[in-house]
């Protein structure tokens, strides 16, 4: 009875009011403002879905379990890398929608996604001073036609637009290495083994404009599964460069 009479009072308020309501950033359902359970604008339902990484059991990698790849890693590029979510059956619809079905509004979710693991971290990130550029992961030629974007690049420029960390294009592939999702760890430290080099006018670029040092750079992905990709890009960047190379993904 109780419950009834406040869910009158409730929609009487709201009829009077009313209440601000605005598309679910994932699945567009309406939602009252005040009612959206994050900051980020979903609805309850997709909310709910988010398979936040709250507590880190791996401090390399940065995974929420025990983690074989880098506790047989004989050299580690990256200092650390951090996630936002763990990658379940939720998140890979959401990335799927996103990277192959050409929902690209969704990189602002993403980004938003992104930027509370790195704020939630950022006391790591931060313990060889502040981060001076985010760089990302980049795209073949062949991948890049076929998708007609970059997913790493778009989110590290959003995320970019809400930290005000400069932005670069510091790497580049020499070769397309295919889909790496359907590889295995040995055929993806194979395949990747120096496909990536860095840009020379990004390291220019990079020396020019940071006066103070050391070098802090993160490398945006979106997705961390065996750590290869972004391994492989902070050596390319330590071969050329004097950094500290971190890693951020949306999701591990």
Same mark, same amino acid.
């Given at each position: ?48 879905? !988010? =398979?936040? %990484? ?11 379990? *025990?983690?074989?790849?880098? $506790?047989? @890693? ?90 005000? !960390? =400069?932005? %670069? ?11 790496? *999702?359907?590889?295995?760890? $040995?055929? @993806? ?64």
């Amino acid at each position: 009875m109780i419950g009834k009479l406040l869910k009158r009072i409730v929609q009487a308020g709201e009829s009077y009011l009313g209440a601000v309501t605005s598309p679910c950033t994932y699945c567009a359902v309406s939602v009252k403002q005040y009612a959206a359970p994050t900051s980020l604008q979903l609805c309850a339902r997709c909310a709910g879905q !988010i =398979s936040w %990484i709250v507590e880190v059991l791996c401090p390399h990698c940065g995974r929420a379990e *025990s983690c074989p790849d880098c $506790a047989r @890693r004989e050299r580690r590029h990256l200092k650390i890398s951090r996630s936002a979510v763990k990658y379940d059956e939720h998140m890979k619809e959401w990335l799927a929608a996103y990277k192959y079905r050409g929902n690209e509004r969704l990189r602002w979710l993403f980004a938003s996604m992104l930027y509370t693991a790195y704020k939630r971290h950022e006391q790591e990130y931060a313990g060889t001073g502040s981060i001076q550029w985010l760089t990302y992961v980049p795209v073949s030629g062949d991948r890049l036609e076929e998708r007609g974007f970059n997913q790493a690049a778009q989110l590290a420029r959003a995320l970019g637009l809400r930290t005000g !960390i =400069s932005v %670069i294009p510091l790497l580049r592939r020499s070769r397309d290495t295919g889909k790496m *999702s359907y590889k295995s760890r $040995a055929e @993806r430290l194979k395949e990747l083994k120096d496909v990536f080099a860095v840009d020379e006018d990004g390291i220019k670029q990079i020396l020019k404009n940071t006066p103070h040092r050391p070098i802090n750079i993160v490398i945006i992905d979106d997705v961390y599964t065996t750590g290869s990709t972004l391994h492989h890009c902070a050596e390319a960047i330590n071969g050329r460069l004097d950094a500290n190379v971190y890693g951020l993904t949306w999701a591990r």
